[in-house]
Structure formats: structure tokens, C-alpha cells
């Protein structure tokens, strides 16, 4: 795959076409709600396209395509079409409280209900997991384009691509602030959803054209892999349903890891209401609505856009696995090597490992593949010729090797259903090894660690899709990986925006400078995303570490699990109860941040059970309820808490919005059922 002059053309003129629109949309930001909230005045289409174009990101785009090339499926959508139901209840049920208050942030909010301690701690908890976040999609940007760039022959490292893209989008964001980010969103919003829908229609074309072996899921429960071809009279659609219909089930097993259908009962809603209802970077474009009744229809309108975007991204990270399972499994050699070494140095008895030193193509094709390859070269220049030819092969360069250590009582295990099948010699050997490893570490009293392996790098689904799969000589390589990049910096650009409020109004002006003028809050809140820029392009290499996880969606949705259950918790038992006191809120907040890290901590200690983390929030969730719903019955306030109106903005609700949201939650309800179990067995 190549990427030409044309393709190079239609790129740039994109990523110039944003800045320039963003900026000139922007010019009169002289006071702080013409910088962090558009001057309260964006319609009704613009609040809908912003909404999307910030959350359909790299954590989608690439981390939602590669949960969709496992074993996970469409069962990944959920976060999708949950979000569509949610958005419904938002506009009408959260928006009206959050508009009358007249508040620029979701921290203040607290301060409107209970007191500022509670304001302050969200508002430094959240400061904290916005770092994970900006650090996360800039690195699944990042991934993004590494991949793509390999596939051309070219070598962009990942912290080259987290440096472009982490200035294009502190650029229009410092200059702009939120009015930049909303027009800037509006053209990478819909050339968005065009350019995955533009891969879509060429995955499925490819699928139906390809004479090579396809990969399948056979087993959702058992993750296990085979391979199948088809004659050439098939069809794209008939290919993909007998290869995909057991991944196309929207409820997994209760004891999946990444999305049990317990899930679905109550632990995703909490991820979700967070997310559309109380998260600042999202919640912000809301915020900034012209009346009531066009944040309403906005958001009505994103919810209906919601119902979309797994077709568009879910579905083709599907293909992307049975078109390149193989390519995903060499991607995820290099992820491996580091392991393999390391249980070799622990276990030198093992007959499975062996290094070679730079091995020729002759003995790499010619390797036992019951056995793993360590081969060794004095550099990353020579490692391409190997990846291909033999899974078991596996490159490091000498000096990683010698730093790698064994370590005294580690279990290697794995994450991916996959693996097992496609490394089953490993799989036998390790269940005797880490049997007598946990067992010595009993006797020894001593704690053990883990290291993972990977069958398959899925969060590359989608560069492979890029790279593999659009026309070359058309300009659609370009357009695409335009749009993509374009919604990398919306949602970047987005949380930038967030932070930089969440830091300026919450505490710099709370806190240090309560006095601080127009002019300096506009100043500091544009340091701010430089700053925060900064740092995202520097944790971005970091999150490439399998040790972390071999999804960075599962690091994104897992790591707001510190917050996301008591922030939901303090918000709706606020609203509710109005005699709910003021320490019930500072109280809610902290129960979740202890409950959540230690129930984390003891499982991956191994002293208590390893709780998925969506089952973990629910846990959460409620607990956080019931201690505020104890200190209410102990000390409730003399007085219901009355929410008065501080705000100018017209309160006038949208009928209109009201039956289309209606309609959006019927249709979601639909699709469940004929995504279910029993809508596939027709």
C-alpha cells in the first residue's frame, strides 16, 4: 500500500481546512465563558456533531474495533447503543438541573448541592483520570498510525505520531477553546462517520474477493481459532455470517472478562450515565447550549448517531480479524518476546524456548513451530524479515534480553481466550509450572506477580483495515486517514478543553486566585492545554506496555472505575434526596475511590477475588448509595435543598426532541432482540 501525492493532498487540506475553521469560528474569546463555553450559544447541530466527534475517538475507532476482532464481537456495541438510551434520559432527566444552575463546570455542580470540599475532590479526581484519558487516545492515535505506516514501509514510532498529533490539536484549542473544538467537530464528526463508513463497504468487499484462509471465532466461550476458505461464488455477506454469527451475539458468557451479560444489568449503565451525563469534556458542549430545548434536540440527535456507529466500526473490526488474524499475531511477536524471555530465564528446564542468534530465513521457515524462536539481532532494522514467515519466532534485540530478569514467584497467563489455541504446547507447559510456582509462594508466604501473553495485537484491527483494505491512486487513503486523525484531535482537543476549564474554574479561581479577571482566566486556561498537551504526548509511549493490557479501551473504561460509580452515586442521590447533607456527597466520592482501588488491589494480590471491573463498579455503586442513604437517615438537612435558577438561559424544553428520543430508545430495544440469542436463531 502506498500512500501518494494525491492521498497526501486530500490530508493536509483536511487537517488545514479544521485549524482554519475552528480558528476563524473563534476570534472573539474575550471572556471566560466565550473561551470555555462558547459564549453559551451553540445550536442544536452543532451540540449533536460536537458530542460525537469527542467521544468517537481512538478509543473507539481503535480501541472498539479491536475488542470487536476478539472474541468480544458486537457484543462491543453496547457501549454504543446503552449510550443511545442514555443520551434520551441526559437531555431530559440531568440537563435542565445543570442549565439553571448556570455552572461551568460538572465539579461546581457539586458545590450547588453540597459544599466545595465535595466540589474539590471531583474535581482533582477527575484531573487525574483525564491524564490516563489524554494519555490513552493519544496513543491509540499513535498505534494507529505506526501500523499504517509499517504497512507502507515506512517507520513512524509511536512517540513521533503522539508529538503531530498532540500539537494539531493544542494549536486551534489554545487559540479557540470550545467554539474552535465545536466547529472544528462539526467537519471531523461527519467526515467521521463517511470515512468508517467508506471502510466498511471496502472490508466487506475485500471479504468477498479474497481467496485466502479467513479466521474465525469458533467458541465465544472458549475463544478458540480456525481457519476456513471459500469458493469464489460466495458472497461477501454469506462469508461473513458463517464466519461471524457466534460473535455477533450482543450477551457474552457471565464469566467473560471484558463484558459479561450481568454487565448489561446495572454495571455499564454507571460507565455511561458518567459518561454522557457528568463527564466535562463531554457534558461541556451541553453546557454551552444556546436554550434548553436546543441542548436537548442535540442530544437527541447524537443519540441517534449512537444507533449507527457500531456498524460503521464495530462491524469492520469484525472483518478485520478474519481478513488479518495473521498479521495481527506477528504484530503481537514483538509484545510476546519480552514474556517468552522471561519465563525462559525463570524456567530453564523448559524445552519451548530457545535463542538463536540473528537466525537466517532458512532456519526461521524450518523452526519446530511447537517451539518459540528468541531470536536475536543487534538491531529493530532486521526484525520485519522474520515476523512473517514463523508466529514462534520472535525478535529481541540483545540488549533487552540481558535486562530482562526472571524475577522469584511470577505465573505467566493470559488475557486473550485466544492464545490457548494458537500457542497450545506453551499453554499445557505453563499450567504445571504456575501450579508449582503459586504453591512455592504459599509455602514462602510471599506474593506473586503475573506477566501476560497475547495471541493477537486486535488493537491494530484498524490500521490493518487502513492499509489493507481502501483503493490505492483515489485519494481515499487519505480522506480516511484524515478522518481519523480528525477525530483523534476532536476528542483530544475535547478533553484538553475540559481539563484546562476543570484546572482554571475549580482551582485557580476557587482556590488560588478567587479575584483573577477575564483576561488572566482566558490566559491561564490556555497554558493550561499546553501544559496538558505536554503531558499527553509524553504517556502516550508508556501505554504500549502489554504488562498494562492488551486493550486500550479495557485501560480506559477500567481506569474511570476509580471515579465514574461515586460521581453517578453523589449526582442522582443529590438530585433525589434533596435532605441528603452536605458531608453525604464528600462522603459518596471517597467511599468509591477506596472501595474501587481496593477491591483492584486485593484482586490482583490475589488475596481476594479478581472482580470484573464492570461488576466491580456496580459493587460501587451501590455501596456508595447506601453509606450516603446511612449518614441521610443520621443527620438529614432541616430542609429540602432547593435548586434555584441562576441562569439566563431560556428553560423551555423541546417537545419535539421528547418523541424522537422515544423513537431512539424503541429502535435500540429492537436491535437487542435481534442481536440476542434468540433473534439469532431465526
Same mark, same amino acid.
Given at each position: 500500500m502506498g500512500f501518494n501525492a494525491l492521498?497526501?493532498?486530500?490530508?493536509?487540506?483536511?487537517?488545514?481546512?479544521?485549524?482554519?475553521?475552528?480558528?476563524?469560528?473563534?476570534?472573539?474569546?474575550?471572556?471566560?465563558?466565550?473561551?470555555?463555553l462558547a459564549g453559551r450559544g451553540l445550536k442544536w447541530w452543532l451540540i449533536g456533531f460536537s458530542l460525537i466527534a469527542a467521544n468517537i475517538s481512538s478509543e473507539q475507532l481503535v480501541g472498539m474495533s479491536g475488542n470487536a476482532a476478539s472474541h468480544?464481537?458486537?457484543?462491543?456495541?453496547?457501549?454504543?447503543?446503552?449510550?443511545?438510551?442514555?443520551?434520551?434520559?441526559?437531555?431530559?432527566?440531568?440537563?435542565?438541573?445543570?442549565?439553571?444552575?448556570?455552572?461551568?463546570?460538572?465539579?461546581?455542580?457539586?458545590?450547588?448541592?453540597?459544599n466545595a470540599t465535595a466540589r474539590t475532590i471531583m474535581a482533582v479526581a477527575t484531573l487525574f483520570i483525564y491524564m490516563l484519558l489524554l494519555g490513552s487516545v493519544t496513543y491509540s492515535g499513535a498505534l494507529t498510525v505506526n501500523t499504517m505506516a509499517a504497512k507502507m514501509g515506512h517507520n513512524v514510532s509511536i512517540p513521533a505520531a503522539a508529538l503531530v498529533i498532540g500539537i494539531i490539536a493544542m494549536v486551534y484549542v489554545a487559540a479557540g477553546g470550545l467554539k474552535a473544538c465545536a466547529w472544528a467537530d462539526l467537519i471531523q464528526g461527519s467526515a467521521l462517520i463517511i470515512g468508517s463508513a467508506v471502510v466498511m463497504i471496502f472490508a466487506f468487499k475485500k471479504l468477498g474477493s479474497t481467496t485466502e484462509e479467513l479466521a474465525f471465532v469458533e467458541n465465544v466461550a472458549s475463544g478458540a481459532v480456525k481457519f476456513k476458505s471459500f469458493p469464489e461464488t460466495s458472497g461477501a455477506m454469506d462469508r461473513f455470517w458463517e464466519l461471524n454469527r457466534v460473535r455477533m451475539n450482543m450477551f457474552l458468557p457471565k464469566d467473560d472478562k471484558t463484558l459479561p451479560w450481568t454487565a448489561l444489568l446495572l454495571g455499564?449503565?454507571?460507565?455511561?450515565?458518567?459518561?454522557?451525563?457528568?463527564?466535562?469534556?463531554?457534558?461541556?458542549?451541553?453546557?454551552?447550549?444556546?436554550?434548553?430545548?436546543?441542548?436537548?434536540?442535540?442530544?437527541?440527535?447524537?443519540?441517534?448517531m449512537k444507533i449507527l456507529i457500531p456498524f460503521v466500526v464495530v462491524i469492520p473490526g469484525i472483518i478485520a480479524f478474519n481478513l488479518?488474524?495473521?498479521?495481527?499475531?506477528?504484530?503481537?511477536?514483538?509484545?510476546?518476546?519480552?514474556?517468552?524471555?522471561?519465563?525462559?530465564k525463570a524456567n530453564p528446564e523448559t524445552k519451548l524456548v530457545e535463542v538463536a542468534q540473528a537466525p537466517g530465513d532458512e532456519a526461521v521457515a524450518a523452526w519446530d513451530e511447537g517451539r518459540f524462536m528468541l531470536a536475536v539481532y543487534p538491531d529493530d532494522d532486521s526484525l520485519d524479515?522474520?515476523?512473517?514467515?514463523?508466529?514462534?519466532?520472535?525478535?529481541?534485540?540483545?540488549?533487552?534480553?540481558?535486562?530482562?530478569?526472571?524475577?522469584?514467584?511470577?505465573?505467566?497467563?493470559?488475557?486473550?481466550?485466544?492464545?490457548?489455541?494458537?500457542?497450545?504446547?506453551?499453554?499445557?507447559?505453563?499450567e504445571t509450572y504456575n501450579a508449582s510456582v503459586t504453591e512455592a509462594a504459599e509455602a514462602a508466604k510471599a506474593s506473586v506477580t503475573s506477566e501476560k501473553f497475547i495471541a493477537y495485537k486486535y488493537d491494530t484491527a484498524l490500521g490493518q483495515l487502513l492499509s489493507g483494505v481502501l483503493p490505492q491512486n483515489t485519494g481515499l487513503v487519505g480522506f480516511v486517514l484524515a478522518a481519523l486523525l480528525g477525530a483523534i484531535v476532536s476528542s483530544l482537543a475535547a478533553m484538553l478543553n475540559a481539563a484546562s476549564t476543570i484546572f482554571t474554574m475549580d482551582i485557580y479561581k476557587k482556590y488560588i486566585s478567587p479575584e483573577a479577571g477575564q483576561k488572566a482566566m482566558v490566559l491561564l486556561g490556555r497554558v493550561?492545554?499546553?501544559?496538558?498537551?505536554?503531558?499527553?504526548?509524553?504517556?502516550?509511549?508508556?501505554?504500549?506496555?502489554?504488562k498494562i493490557s492488551n486493550?486500550?479501551?479495557? /485501560?480506559?473504561?477500567?481506569?474511570?472505575? !476509580?471515579? +465514574? @460509580?461515586?460521581? *453517578? &452515586?453523589?449526582?442522582?442521590?443529590?438530585?433525589?434526596?434533596?435532605?441528603?447533607?452536605?458531608?453525604?456527597?464528600?462522603?459518596?466520592?471517597?467511599?468509591?475511590?477506596?472501595?474501587?482501588?481496593?477491591?483492584?488491589?486485593?484482586?490482583?494480590?490475589?488475596?481476594?477475588?479478581?472482580?470484573?471491573?464492570l461488576n466491580r463498579m456496580a459493587i460501587c455503586f451501590a455501596l456508595c448509595l447506601v453509606v450516603m442513604g446511612i449518614i441521610t437517615m443520621m443527620k438529614p438537612l432541616a430542609k429540602p435543598v432547593e435548586f434555584k435558577t441562576q441562569s439566563s438561559v431560556n428553560l423551555t424544553g423541546?417537545?419535539?426532541?421528547?418523541?424522537?428520543?422515544?423513537?431512539?430508545?424503541? /429502535?435500540?430495544?429492537?436491535?437487542?432482540? !435481534?442481536? +440476542? @440469542?434468540?433473534? *439469532? &436463531?431465526?
Open positions: 492521498d497526501i493532498a486530500v490530508f493536509v487540506g483536511f487537517v488545514v481546512a479544521v485549524i482554519s475553521i475552528g480558528l476563524l469560528k473563534s476570534r472573539r474569546e474575550k471572556t471566560s465563558e466565550d473561551y470555555f468480544v464481537g458486537l457484543a462491543i456495541a453496547s457501549y454504543e447503543w446503552m449510550a443511545a438510551i442514555t443520551l434520551v434520559v441526559v437531555a431530559f432527566a440531568f440537563l435542565p438541573y445543570f442549565l439553571r444552575a448556570g455552572i461551568y463546570t460538572m465539579p461546581e455542580f457539586l458545590e450547588y448541592r453540597y455499564l449503565w454507571i460507565p455511561n450515565f458518567y459518561y454522557w451525563g457528568l463527564n466535562q469534556y463531554i457534558t461541556q458542549r451541553t453546557l454551552a447550549s444556546e436554550s434548553l430545548a436546543e441542548g436537548q434536540k442535540g442530544i437527541v440527535f447524537s443519540a441517534f488479518f488474524a495473521k498479521d495481527m499475531q506477528n504484530q503481537g511477536a514483538v509484545d510476546n518476546a519480552a514474556v517468552i524471555a522471561k519465563y525462559m524479515a522474520v515476523k512473517a514467515q514463523n508466529p514462534f519466532v520472535l525478535p529481541l534485540t540483545q540488549e533487552k534480553l540481558d535486562e530482562i530478569e526472571a524475577g522469584d514467584f511470577v505465573v505467566f497467563e493470559s488475557d486473550d481466550k485466544a492464545w490457548k489455541t494458537v500457542f497450545p504446547a506453551l499453554a499445557i507447559e505453563l493550561c492545554v499546553v501544559a496538558f498537551s505536554a503531558i499527553a504526548i509524553f504517556l502516550a509511549p508508556q501505554l504500549g506496555n502489554p486493550s486500550i479501551f479495557t /485501560i480506559i473504561q477500567e481506569g474511570q472505575g !476509580l471515579i +465514574s @460509580p461515586g460521581i *453517578l &452515586a453523589v449526582f442522582v442521590f443529590g438530585l433525589l434526596v434533596r435532605k441528603a447533607p452536605p458531608i453525604a456527597g464528600v462522603v459518596g466520592l471517597l467511599t468509591n475511590i477506596v472501595s474501587y482501588g481496593g477491591m483492584y488491589l486485593l484482586g490482583r494480590a490475589k488475596i481476594g477475588p479478581e472482580i470484573q471491573f423541546s417537545k419535539g426532541a421528547k418523541l424522537a428520543g422515544i423513537v431512539v430508545v424503541v /429502535i435500540t430495544l429492537i436491535l437487542y432482540v !435481534l442481536f +440476542s @440469542p434468540i433473534g *439469532l &436463531a431465526k
